[in-house]
Nanobody, 122 residues
Framework: QVQLVESGGGLVQAGGSLRLSCAASGRTFSSHAMGWFRQAPGKEREFVAVISWSGGTTLYADSVKGRFTISRDNPKNTVYLQMNSLKPEDTAVYYC???????????????WGQGTQVTVSS
């Protein structure tokens, strides 16, 4: 079993940066692909980024490509999401999640964190 706890959210002005962290407990962290999703008020949860268990493969949503970077540190059981050039439309609750394989579909993920709020002011 994997338990996930996100941190690093907050309020930032447009154009600013934040780094989200997701700390995992459990011995199987390094065998899971790790993804970030987000959900804005009144909208469905959407895929943001995912990284393979080794860190060698990453995928991004088109809306964040070139601005966000996902990475992981397996010895520290942590996955990160570096967010640069933030826009008001990035405002959402951000969730990390674990899956057996790289996937954009949230149905493929079976461990989820509680989420961290990111608010970008214009």
């Amino acid at each position: 079993q994997v338990q996930l706890v996100e941190s690093g959210g907050g309020l930032v002005q447009a154009g600013g940066s934040l780094r989200l962290s997701c700390a995992a407990s459990g011995r199987t962290f390094s065998s899971h692909a790790m993804g970030w999703f987000r959900q804005a008020p009144g909208k469905e949860r959407e895929f943001v980024a995912v990284i393979s268990w080794s860190g060698g493969t990453t995928l991004y949503a088109d809306s964040v490509k070139g601005r966000f970077t996902i990475s992981r540190d397996n010895p520290k059981n942590t996955v990160y999401l570096q967010m640069n050039s933030l826009k008001p439309e990035d405002t959402a609750v951000y969730y990390c999640a674990a899956a057996q394989v790289i996937a954009r579909n949230s149905d493929m993920y079976y461990y989820w964190g509680q989420g961290t709020q990111v608010t970008v002011s214009s």
